[in-house]
Antibody, heavy 124, light 114 residues
Framework: QVQLVQSGAEVTKPGSSVKISCKASGGNFSSHAISWVRQAPGQGLEWMGGIIPIFGTAHYARRFQGRVRITADKSTSTAYMELRTLRSEDAAVYFC?????????????????WGKGTKVTVSS | DIVMTQSPDSLAVSLGERATIKCKSS????????????LAWYQQKPGQPPKVLIYWASTRGVGVPDRFSGSGSGTDFTLTISSLQAEDAAVYYC??????????FGQGTKLEIK
């Protein structure tokens, strides 16, 4: 039974950075992708980017390019998402999700296992 | 970018009745080389992460009850709950992954029990 365990809630200041971890257990970390999706309070889901750990290749949503960095450590089955230059509108719950993929195409498909989410508060 | 538009934004359905949610994409998500529609449906309950219900437009996820079904092709898709149960009250999202690795979600549809 694959589980994704995310790091705890963060309280941050505008202009700072936050780094969230997502540790996988019970499955083959390297044979899937990991996506990051955020959800602002009362709002919908927004795909931020993802990584295919076996290749270490990260992909980002265009609106987050240059401000987000996604990495993965295969030795600990952990993915990370760092968001820089935080603004008040970045306050949200951030989810990691195992994403089905065709490895040789590096395609991302549906997300079938989700972490519980990490709440990020941005306040001065 | 592909824009996903769901309708309605909210609906209330009686227990045991059918619930239907629509999702329209701004361009086709049908990949001609494999005849697959790159579309998924998720259910999200308050305080929980989303759960995949349907992928490839019509394939049910593991453990998803058969009262949930997905249909459609190209730009128009439907999620149907054939006989609504109390535990189906949730927000439902469609997602396209045709523009992989980029992906986008619909705005969500809130389903309440009447």
């Amino acid at each position: 039974q694959v589980q994704l365990v995310q790091s705890g809630a963060e309280v941050t200041k505008p202009g700072s950075s936050v780094k969230i971890s997502c540790k996988a257990s019970g499955g083959n970390f390297s044979s899937h992708a990991i996506s990051w999706v955020r959800q602002a309070p009362g709002q919908g889901l927004e795909w931020m980017g993802g990584i295919i750990p076996i290749f270490g290749t990260a992909h980002y949503a265009r609106r987050f390019q240059g401000r987000v960095r996604i990495t993965a450590d295969k030795s600990t089955s952990t993915a990370y998402m760092e968001l820089r230059t935080l603004r008040s509108e970045d306050a949200a719950v951030y989810f990691c999700a195992r994403t089905q993929t065709e490895l040789w195409l590096q395609d991302y498909y549906h997300m079938d296992v989700w972490g519980k989410g990490t709440k990020v508060t941005v306040s001065s | 970018d592909i824009v996903m538009t769901q309708s309605p934004d909210s609906l209330a359905v009686s227990l045991g009745e059918r619930a239907t949610i629509k999702c329209k994409s701004s361009q086709s998500v049908l990949y001609s080389s494999n005849s697959k529609n790159y579309l998924a449906w998720y259910q999200q309950k308050p305080g929980q992460p989303p759960k995949v219900l349907i992928y490839w437009a019509s394939t049910r996820g593991v453990g998803v009850p058969d009262r949930f079904s997905g249909s459609g092709s190209g730009t128009d898709f439907t999620l149907t709950i054939s006989s609504l149960q109390a535990e189906d009250a949730a927000v439902y999202y469609c997602q396209q992954y045709y523009t992989t690795p980029q992906s986008s979600f619909g705005q969500g549809t809130k389903l309440e029990i009447k």
